[in-house]
């Protein structure tokens, strides 16, 4: 295909149907790094995660789109049918953290340990190991 733009003659590609990228951050309303939010203790609050991703799973199958899911560490260690429930509609699974720290306010042995937790997290998600099992940091 060619068409004109001014003098010139140019290549055109055929017309293709609208390309669709979605990323979601999968995390509860809870999870904020934001200094000047207040702190909040988590075991008290209500968890609206499961309720939201079946809504926005609901909108992506009925659309027939996928997407990529960055998953808080600490929302698939809390929600253990969540991730296995967005891998089985076809979505990708990416980390997004333990817990939603800012990488420049982390400490390295702390975000060692943080990391090798969430290693744990993601295998657990995938029925490799469980939480209680996983070997702690140089054992």
């Keep these: 295909m060619s068409s004109r733009l001014g003098d010139r003659e140019i290549e055109t590609l ?52 996928r997407g990529t899911f960055f998953v808080l560490g600490c929302v698939a260690r809390d929600h253990p049918r969540l991730v296995p429930r967005i891998a089985a509609a076809g979505h990708e699974i990416a980390c997004h953290g333990m817990t939603h ?9 702390p975000s060692r340990r943080a990391c090798a937790r969430l290693a744990c997290c993601w295998r657990t998600s995938r029925g490799e190991g469980s939480w209680a099992s996983a070997p702690r940091p140089g054992r």
């Design 14 to 65: 055929p017309p293709a149907e609208a390309a669709f990228a979605a990323t979601v951050d999968v995390e509860d309303w809870f999870h904020t790094n934001y200094r000047s939010a207040p702190a909040l203790d988590p075991g008290h609050l209500p968890r609206r995660v499961e309720a939201s991703m079946d809504r926005v799973l609901e909108a992506f199958a009925s659309a027939g789109v």
């Design 101 to 109: 720290t800012l990488v420049y306010e982390q400490e390295p042995g």
